[in-house]
């Protein structure tokens, strides 16, 4: 069974600084990896992904996340945070094999001016 | 390209009444839906996932009488509510996955419902 563990359900930066968002996994074969936000009242867009090949991936918004194999992790950064980041950031993970995403239990962002 | 949207978008329903909420991919063809519940400040829940011109298929613990979906064309999926009670007020979002092999899912904007 796949799974996938958020630490931490919210994380509070200043603007400028660094973001880092966790994200641990469980999966008996090689995962697919996502990072979804989530603004008020909407749905969810995607940020990233992590297939295959190269393990550092780069997403929307200056995001950027890199696949982490012997730590099962899928760690979310952004070198600098804008208001603008201020959301919910859901972590996914999905077979290879099958249609389904198991989501995190997200991290809300919060940026301080 | 690859919108995903639901109407409505907010919905408020006497208990006892049923309610439809309808998922349309825009600008593909959209074999596969996927129909999420999401609590207040709560991760996403698969209640079920539907093929076109095929029966959906329920998650565990989803009632598949209650959630009625219909997945009659490669462009559309409904999801209604039947006998709504204030339990199933819930954010209901929406994603679907084109064919050929694509994995990914385009979610739509999502459906408040409130019962009351």
Redesign the interface.
């Known amino acids: 069974a796949q799974s996938v563990t958020q630490l931490g359900s919210h994380v509070s930066v200043s603007e400028g600084a660094l973001v880092l968002l966790r994200c641990n996994y469980s999966s008996s074969v090689p995962p697919?990896l996502f990072w979804?936000v989530q603004y008020p009242?909407?749905?969810?867009?995607?940020l990233l992904?992590y297939?295959t090949g190269a393990t550092l991936v780069k997403g929307i918004n200056g995001f950027e996340a890199e696949f982490k194999k012997s730590e099962t992790s899928f760690h979310l950064t952004k070198p600098s945070a804008h208001m603008s980041d201020a959301a919910e950031y859901?972590c996914a993970v999905?077979s290879?094999n099958t249609?389904?995403?198991i989501?995190?239990?997200?991290t809300r962002l919060q940026v301080f001016p | 390209g690859a919108v995903?949207s639901?109407h409505p978008s907010r919905v408020i329903c006497k208990s006892g009444t049923s309610v439809k909420i309808e998922c349309r991919s825009l600008d593909f063809q959209a074999t596969?839906m996927?129909w999420y519940r999401q609590f207040p400040?709560?991760?996403?829940m698969?209640m079920a996932?539907s093929n076109e011109g095929s029966k959906a298929t329920y998650e565990q613990g989803v009632e598949k009488d209650k959630f009625l979906i219909n997945h009659a064309s490669l462009t559309l999926s409904t999801l209604t509510v039947t006998s709504a009670h204030p339990e199933d007020s819930s954010?209901y979002?929406c994603?679907a996955?084109g064919g050929g092999g694509g994995?990914?899912?385009?979610?739509?904007?999502?459906t408040?419902l409130t019962v009351t």
């Open positions: 697919y979804y009242n909407q749905g969810l867009q995607l992904k297939t859901f999905r290879p249609d389904k995403l989501f995190g239990t997200g | 995903v639901q596969t996927f400040k709560k991760s996403l698969l996932t954010f979002i994603s996955r994995y990914e899912q385009y979610f739509g904007p999502g408040r």
